[in-house]
């Protein structure tokens, strides 16, 4: 430290402090590089889980999350840290672009800032660092993109890319040993939206009981809901009216309401009258000639006689994602005012057939041949809440996955291949870089490199070795070499039918660059305490 910092008069207030230069650097640097290292183990197809367990008070009965999924593990995390932040926030960002590649972003990005540290360390200025990492990034995405390969959307081979890339994705999940199922009925979910984007078609069901494998892909809208007593439970060809309205005041709420009246003969005035508000209600209802009727609020015993009497199928208390849900795929608008009977046919969804069905001891609604016929249900089985949330969470990344595959079309190798490419590709282009800059260049490559290294740690294997013969290997002109994890051996990733998702890869190296950046730019971190209303 110089003397001038020391005798400048202080200008931040006592509540804030500041640190700078190298210590600011060092701070945030050791900060990314911990949250980096924190999911590094969890990479990979061989990758460890973590439990994730909340405290605090009060907390102690909330249960816990067993889970693999980096995104998962960042964002539970409590940190200080300002860099480790970043890091956090580009995994969450990964995660919601893209849905994989969670782990790496994050990992990949605390590699940069650990080779960043060695660099400054010899003395070369950031800037440098962040110009030479910048040629590095753009050499590299340029290679990632020359060795994706694209398919026609409708032809087998794009299908069997599909089922290779859920695969790989659920690889390194829980539900690895039955990936295969799993995979499939991810890929048969996605297609059927037939290119819209639009996740809420596939509906997720999770309940406890039976094992991983009796869970199934249903054609058709699942609801978690029972049919009104007295009402039909087998409906076709259904007109279904979606509302969210109040059903619930044919009596009057003695508690709520203050009401003054000199006899009993009053009070049942006044809940007559109330009674044939609801009943007015009803017949507006009515006017739109539904056959079922669905309602977000409780119905109470009056209307819902009414409807029934009228031959009107009623399922009431429907949550609100079910509800939407139900309107999306039934292509019904939700209502919440009955003034425009005239518009029935544009309001009201359609279904062939709605029936009451069982699933494990619950019984619940589906609606099959609907409208949109988008609209699919995977109905997980496992045998615990903590299986069946990490089961949610993979099929979840695998659906986004193939959902942003199936846009983009475009796929690359997995087991580390792109990776050993794009740091192949910076190396030669270090070679050509004059100045300092090389230096970074060079870094950003073992950076990538660290990727596959990683991979190969978590598995048990010789990373040194195995990444030396994987270098060797795309050095003679295998293009399609990569990590077999199951022999520990490099392996042909086409055999071992390992591919991943182009803008998974790309969304990651851009996003890991450009934190890694940003990190780097650091040199004076300011603690603010927040700010005091001034006094006048
Ligand atoms: P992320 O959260 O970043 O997706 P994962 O734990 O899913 O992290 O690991 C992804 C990495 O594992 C990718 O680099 C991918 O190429 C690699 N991988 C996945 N499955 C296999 C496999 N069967 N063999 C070799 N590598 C694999
Ligand atoms: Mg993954």
Redo the contacts with the bound molecule.
């Keep these: 430290m110089d003397i001038v910092g020391n005798v400048l008069p202080q200008v931040l207030k006592d509540e804030a402090t500041e640190d700078k230069g190298e210590m600011a650097r060092l701070q945030s640097f050791v900060g990314a590089i911990a949250v980096a290292d924190l999911?590094k183990t969890?990479?990979?197809?061989k990758?460890m889980d973590k439990i994730l367990k909340p405290t605090g008070p009060g907390q102690e009965m909330t249960h816990i999350t067993v889970t693999?999924?980096?995104?998962t593990i960042l964002r539970s995390m409590y940190v200080e840290n300002p860099a480790a932040k970043i890091l956090i926030e580009i995994s969450k960002t990964?995660d919601e672009e893209v849905g994989?590649?969670?782990?790496?972003?994050?990992?990949l990005a605390g590699e940069l800032l650990r080779e960043g540290e060695k660099l400054i360390q010899k003395r070369i200025h950031p800037q440098h660092v962040i110009a030479g990492w910048r040629i590095a990034r753009d050499v590299a995405l340029k290679r990632l993109r020359d060795i994706s390969s694209e398919n026609d959307i409708n032809s087998q081979e794009f299908h069997d890319d599909l089922v290779k890339i859920a695969?790989?994705?659920l690889?390194?999940?829980l539900i690895t040993t039955d990936r295969d199922y799993f995979a499939d009925l991810c890929v048969k979910a996605v297609l059927r939206l037939k290119g819209s984007s639009n996740l809420d078609y596939i509906q997720i069901i999770k309940l406890p009981g039976g094992t991983i494998r009796d869970s199934y892909l249903d054609d058709g809208f699942i609801l978690k809901k029972q049919i009104t007593i007295g009402c039909k439970r087998r409906i076709e060809n259904a007109k279904i009216l979606v509302a969210n309205t109040a059903m619930d005041y044919d009596k009057i709420k003695i508690y709520g309401t203050k009401v003054k009246v000199n006899s009993m003969d009053k009070v049942a005035e006044i809940e007559a009258a109330e009674k044939e508000k609801m009943k007015h209600k009803v017949d507006k209802i009515l006017k739109y000639q539904p056959t079922v009727f669905v309602n977000r609020q409780l119905i109470y015993n009056y209307p819902e006689q009414l409807l029934a009497d009228s031959g009107i199928t009623v399922i009431e208390h429907a949550d609100f994602e079910g509800m939407e849900r139900v309107a999306a795929a039934t292509g019904a608008e939700i209502l919440s005012t009955f003034d425009a009977p005239e518009r029935s046919a544009q309001v009201l969804g359609h279904c062939d057939l709605i029936e009451e069905i069982m699933i494990g001891e619950e019984k619940m609604i589906k609606f099959s041949g609907c409208k949109k016929n988008e609209a699919c249900t995977i109905v997980l089985r496992g045998a615990s809440t903590h299986i069946l949330d990490e089961v949610d969470r993979s099929i979840h990344?695998a659906l986004c996955v193939l959902i942003t595959t199936v846009k983009n079309r475009r796929v690359v190798?997995?087991?580390?291949?792109?990776?050993m490419q794009m740091a192949a590709a910076c190396e030669e282009e270090a070679k050509k870089v004059q100045g300092k800059q090389a230096f970074a260049i060079e870094a950003f490559a073992r950076a990538l490199r660290q990727?596959?290294t990683i991979?190969c740690d978590n598995g048990g294997y010789d990373s040194a070795e195995l990444i030396q013969n994987f270098k060797v290997e795309l050095q003679k002109g295998n293009q399609i070499c990569?990590?077999?994890?199951?022999d520990g051996t490099i392996?042909n990733?086409s055999e071992?039918?390992?591919k991943?998702c182009l803008r998974?890869?790309e969304q990651?190296l851009m996003a890991a660059s450009e934190a890694a950046e940003l990190i780097m730019r650091v040199d004076d971190i300011v603690k603010c305490a927040p700010r005091k209303r001034e006094r006048a």
């Design positions: 999911v969890t990479l990979g197809p990758g693999n999924d980096g995104a990964q994989d590649g969670t782990t790496t972003v994050a990992v695969r790989t994705t690889s390194s999940k990344d190798w997995g087991g580390g291949n792109s990776e990727i596959p991979i990569g990590l077999n994890m199951t392996g990733m071992l039918g390992v991943e998974v890869k990651a």
